[in-house]
């Protein structure tokens, strides 16, 4: 397993960074995926230095249709075969629906959905061929129940969920399997993009770091577990969606997604992130 090849899109920050990290740390060789050439480079050093495994990198924008297929010429063109996929990258806009520019719409389906349905399309065949293979996709608890201010949003990580479960039952009996990786409020990137470092989702207790979104992603892919539910709290609010109906569910998203006052914006990004990697430095 460790001498398998992961290629993990939107590599240069967040959840995706960390994957790598700990994809590298269990002897995985990489393929990075990212819009970003410069920040692709330097994570290529550090995982290098850090980890000693083999990485290439990739730089495309999947948000364009035809980015899938260079990155799939790319990687035939390297000479390396894919055992692990990691369809990471994907982003999100807060405001109501008929406010958001319907670019920003299409530009999350592009992302969130098509990307990552080109993407498997292309690399999939290949593990069915072999007989051999995973596929993680980060989708999101949001993806369980609606959300108001983020509709959008939570429609691509409900496709993403549905299509993965499906998935998963095309492909029994072929030696390829599926896991969908469902975080709660991360500490990310995503809360700064999305005009939402401001909201209760983020500025209450309940963040988690990447790192340890990723290491439970890691942990429940290898596993072969369909869905990965990060924190004891996300786990509740997933198991809450069994008792309460919908509309209950969309009302206490958006409140969610509500800006608190200015006085009690007392997080920042990073903030989460830097603190965990502070503590495992110090295990160390």
């Known amino acids: ?51 000693g495994v083999k990485v290439e990198v990739i730089p495309k924008d999947l948000e364009r249709p035809e980015a899938a297929r260079e990155v799939y010429v790319a990687v035939e063109q390297l000479g390396e075969s894919v055992e692990i996929l990691v369809n990471n990258a994907g982003h999100g806009m807060r405001g109501k629906a008929w406010e958001i ?66 998935l998963t039952i095309e492909l029994e009996d072929s030696g390829v399997g599926v896991t969908a990786l469902c975080p709660g409020a991360t500490d990310t990137d995503f809360f700064p993009k999305a005009d939402m470092v401001a909201v209760k989702a983020f500025q209450g207790s309940n963040v ?48 969610f997604y509500e800006y608190v006052p200015e006085e009690k914006v007392k997080r920042q990004r990073g903030d989460v992130e830097l603190a965990a990697e502070k503590e495992a430095v110090e295990k160390k």
């Open 208 to 255: 988690m770091a990447p790192q340890e979104v990723a290491k439970a992603g890691y942990d429940g892919l290898m596993k072969g577990e369909l869905f990965v539910v990060p924190g004891g709290m996300n786990k509740m609010l997933v198991a809450a969606r069994r008792i309460l109906p919908e509309s209950t569910q969309a009302k206490l998203n958006q409140r």
């Open 101 to 166: 520019p319907i670019e920003e719409d299409i530009s999350m389906v592009r992302l969130n959905i098509e990307a990552v349905l080109r993407l498997t399309k292309l690399f999939i065949q290949p593990m069915i061929e072999r007989g051999s293979g995973k596929i993680l996709n980060t989708a999101s608890i949001a993806g369980f129940e609606p959300g108001p201010m983020l509709a959008v949003y939570h429609a691509t990580k409900a496709f993403v969920l549905s299509w993965s479960e499906a």
């Open 1 to 51: 397993m460790k001498s398998q090849t992961a290629l993990i899109t939107g590599a240069s920050s967040g959840i995706g960074l960390h994957l790598a990290h700990e994809f590298a740390g269990h002897g995985h060789p990489l393929i990075l995926v990212a819009p970003s050439s410069a920040e692709l480079e330097g994570l290529k050093m550090e995982i290098k230095t850090n980890h």
